[in-house]
């Protein structure tokens, strides 16, 4: 459980936005900050408030702070699915399965690449969070594909600069509703948490600057196959981006796909696979490049769209 507490507001915190308060009141990210606000774990003189809401000396906070976070536990057993496609010294590239998350997250109790790598008895490097140790960058739970993970403290450094700096090449294969128009073009569009604040994201302005680029593979009937760059690594990015378009993932009920194609393609999830990871070895200094097959439930949906058409 966490912790809560209850104070007012420091007269040194008057005009902050309320997650730059918390954060700088409890030592949160701002981006923890904001998960415990949309959470509904604050109020402001009893009432909700947003994380943008400007704060007022003397107001009165409510807070229940998160469970400090632990050490992420090996995996009793391997998980299912999870691939080894490299590994040395100070990398280890892994095809992460459908159903798992990279790390320990708050109410996530199902397997994770960090735990079953842990569990398998390869080393990760001890930066970063204590939940997400060696972690330099996410897919969600239900994206599969290519993901790396730093073994080496001077690889963890060296790639979570590569990817704020935006060096790394990332490519993902969706398989989208309709047919996108142009069939190659780039989305420029701010994300930031949906103002529903029911755990969606959305295209809001003010948001974090977001591009995804993309470029049709393959036409069909319904649905079209597009290879996906992106140069900005938002949560749940290509998802909102395609269904701000109106072109979401198959498969994507959250963010507004149709569950009857979805259905006919035997699909439970959204059709979208980190299919390429691309970036300068941290320590070798070469480029090095590593592709994830589709996995099975991806590869039969895309033969149903095909021969549907």
């Known amino acids: 459980m966490g912790e809560h507490r209850s104070l007012p507001v420091p007269d040194g915190l008057e005009g902050e936005r309320l997650d730059a308060a918390l954060a700088r009141l409890f030592g949160l990210s701002r981006s923890r900050a904001a998960e415990v606000i949309a959470a509904g774990d604050v109020l402001v003189d009893g ?20 469970a400090p976070p632990s050490a992420p536990m090996p995996e009793p057993e391997p998980v299912p699915g999870m691939s080894i496609l490299y590994e040395d010294a100070d990398i280890v590239v ?21 735990g079953g790598l842990l569990g398998a008895g390869h080393t990760v490097a001890t930066s970063g969070a204590a ?11 239900n994206t599969t594909g290519a993901m790396v993970v730093a073994k080496s403290e001077i690889a963890y450094s060296r790639l979570k600069r590569a990817f704020k700096e935006r060096t790394v090449d990332k490519r993902y ?26 755990g969606r994201w959305a295209v809001v302005a003010g948001g974090r600057p977001s591009v995804t680029h993309y ?17 900005t690594g938002r949560t749940h990015q290509i998802r909102v981006h395609m269904a701000a378009v109106r072109h979401p993932c198959v498969g994507d009920m959250l963010y507004g796909a149709d569950p009857t194609l979805a259905t006919r393609l035997g699909l439970t999830r959204q059709w979208l696979h980190a299919v390429r990871l691309g970036f300068e070895h941290p320590t070798q200094g070469h480029w090095v490049e590593f592709e994830s097959p589709y996995p099975a439930d991806l590869a039969h949906a895309l033969d149903a ?4 058409s």
Request: charge should be negative; glycine fraction near 8%; aromatic fraction near 4%.
């Open 47 to 66: 009432r909700a408030a947003a994380k943008s809401d400007r704060m007022q000396a003397g107001t009165w906070l409510e807070v229940t702070l998160p």
């Open 94 to 114: 892994v095809s992460k399965p459908i159903g798992v998350a990279a790390h320990p997250t708050t109410g996530w109790t199902g397997p994770t690449v960090l």
């Open 131 to 141: 939940e997400r140790q060696g972690i330099v960058h996410r897919l969600d739970a």
């Open 173 to 198: 294969h969706a398989l989208v509703q309709g047919h996108p128009d142009p069939l190659r073009g780039t989305i420029d569009a701010p994300i930031d948490r949906h103002p529903s604040g029911d």
């Open 215 to 231: 470029d049709t593979i393959e036409a069909f009937r319904a649905a079209s196959l597009l290879d996906i760059k992106l140069e």
């Open 305 to 308: 769209v095909r021969a549907e």
